[in-house]
C-alpha cells in the first residue's frame, strides 16, 4: 500500500500544535471563557493536546470534551441505518463560552456542520471557533477554519493521512494518491 508522501513528522505536528495553541489564547485575549470540544476521534485528540499545551504555557486547565456527531450527519442514507452514535454529555456548561472547536482535517465542511449543530444543542455559546490540523480545500459549505495548522491543497483523488501516537503510536501527516481500481 502507497504510504504517500510525509509532510509533517511529529516534530513539525509538534510546533505547530504548540503554534495554534497560543494564537487560540491570543484570539480569545486570555484563557477566560473559553473551552474545547474536539470531533470524536482525532479532533479529540487535537483538542486534548491543545488543552495541554495551554495548560503548560498559561498555568491553567481548559474544560475539553470529545463530541459525537453521528446523529448529526447529514449522510445517513437510510431510516433503517443506525450510526454508532453517544449522547454529549460535558462536565461543563457551553452558554456564554468561547469554543474551540478541533478537527485534524478540514475538507468539505460538512462534518463542522455536524459539530456545531451537536453544540448548539448543548447550549449557546458566545462564539465558536474552528481549529484544524489541515485545511485541505474542496469546501461544499461555507466553512473556514480560524485556526490552521497547515494547508494542503489536494485533489479529490488524493488523501491526508493523518496519524496521532494515541491511535497509531506515532504522529505524522503524509497525501497520497487513491488506488482506483
Request: one cysteine or more.
Amino acid at each position: 500500500m502507497d504510504k504517500g508522501r510525509i509532510l509533517m513528522d511529529g516534530a513539525a505536528i509538534g510546533r505547530t500544535l504548540t503554534r495554534l495553541s497560543h494564537e487560540v489564547v491570543e484570539k480569545n485575549k486570555g484563557t477566560d471563557g473559553m473551552c474545547l470540544f474536539g470531533v470524536k476521534r482525532r479532533g479529540e485528540i487535537v483538542a486534548r493536546r491543545i488543552a495541554a499545551l495551554i495548560g503548560k504555557s498559561y498555568g491553567v486547565q481548559i474544560p475539553v470534551e470529545g463530541i459525537d456527531i453521528g446523529m448529526y450527519r447529514d449522510d445517513l442514507v437510510s431510516g433503517y441505518f443506525v450510526p454508532e452514535a453517544s449522547v454529549n454529555r460535558p462536565p461543563f456548561s457551553v452558554d456564554g463560552k468561547n469554543v474551540v472547536l478541533c478537527d485534524d482535517v478540514l475538507h468539505t465542511g460538512r462534518t463542522v456542520r455536524a459539530a456545531i449543530e451537536a453544540i448548539f444543542d448543548l447550549g449557546r455559546p458566545a462564539c465558536v471557533r474552528l481549529l484544524v490540523l489541515v485545511d485541505r480545500g474542496g469546501r461544499e459549505m461555507p466553512v473556514c477554519a480560524d485556526f490552521v495548522g497547515k494547508n494542503i491543497p489536494a485533489s479529490s483523488d488524493e488523501i491526508i493521512d493523518v496519524k496521532l501516537a494515541e491511535i497509531e503510536g506515532e504522529d505524522s501527516l503524509a497525501i497520497r494518491r487513491i488506488q482506483k481500481s
